[in-house]
T-cell receptor
Framework: EPEVTQTPSHQVTQMGQEVILRCVPI?????FYWYRQILGQKVEFLVS????????KSEIFDDQFSVERPDGSNFTLKIRSTKLEDSAMYFCASSEIWTSPTGDTQYFGPGTRLTVL | AQSVSQHNHHVILSEAASLELGCNYS??????LFWYVQYPGQHLQLLLK??????LVKGIKGFEAEFIKSKFSFNLRKPSVQWSDTAEYFCAVNAQSGGSYIPTFGRGTSLIVHP
């Protein structure tokens, strides 16, 4: 069964450094998402992406965040200057269709645990 | 903005006990409702979803959920839990905002089932 994959599984970085989290969505999916989950807290929506542009973003997704689909398979989340509070598990997800009234099912990757020191 | 509340943060049961996990959302418009499960060391997986029609939805592994619109609730149930149901359970809502759907997750409920 096709899966969403994410690399690395764990990233440790120094405060102020840039990090890029990578995701490979399911190949025939068109919509891509990033979520984060700070330890002990709920899963929070960051951004959705379709047709090479951002569809929706939350208040969390400020100017230090960016997303990109650099080629036909990867979907990346960049954090320009990491802060301590960026430490979290970051989940990528993809779905076939999203803007339908049914809001299609999202398939999640295993997550990347980001630790900012 | 919509929000999702999961009232039980930690639930501990013995095998064969019945399970009900509460989920309430705050949004008056059209919503799509989901329950996801995250087994230890694994990624989020869809248990079941409700879009329209019969408010009683059956999912995988014997789980079901009932959408009660008047109560803004979508509680998850299982008549008899197993040790393998030990996991984190997340309720999620896709609510319409403009022309798009914004997904919102609850905080999750940690379920431990003792053999």
């Amino acid at each position: 069964e096709p899966e969403v994959t994410q690399t690395p599984s764990h990233q440790v970085t120094q405060m102020g450094q840039e990090v890029i989290l990578r995701c490979v969505p399911i190949s025939n999916h068109l919509y891509f998402y990033w979520y984060r989950q700070i330890l002990g807290q709920k899963v929070e929506f960051l951004v959705s992406f379709y047709n090479n542009e951002i569809s929706e973003k939350s208040e969390i997704f400020d100017d230090q965040f960016s997303v990109e689909r650099p080629d036909g398979s990867n979907f990346t989340l960049k954090i320009r200057s990491t802060k301590l509070e960026d430490s979290a598990m970051y989940f990528c997800a993809s779905s076939e269709i999203w803007t339908s009234p049914t809001g299609d099912t999202q398939y999640f990757g295993p997550g990347t645990r980001l630790t900012v020191l | 903005a919509q929000s999702v509340s999961q009232h039980n943060h930690h639930v501990i049961l013995s095998e064969a006990a019945s399970l009900e996990l509460g989920c309430n959302y705050s949004y008056g418009g059209t919503v799509n409702l989901f329950w996801y499960v995250q087994y230890p060391g694994q990624h989020l997986q869809l248990l079941l979803k409700y879009f329209s029609g019969d408010p009683l939805v059956k999912g995988i592994k014997g789980f079901e959920a009932e959408f009660i619109k008047s109560k803004f609730s979508f509680n998850l149930r299982k008549p008899s839990v197993q040790w393998s149901d030990t996991a984190e359970y997340f309720c999620a809502v896709n609510a319409q905002s403009g022309g798009s759907y914004i997904p919102t997750f609850g905080r999750g409920t940690s379920l431990i089932v003792h053999p």
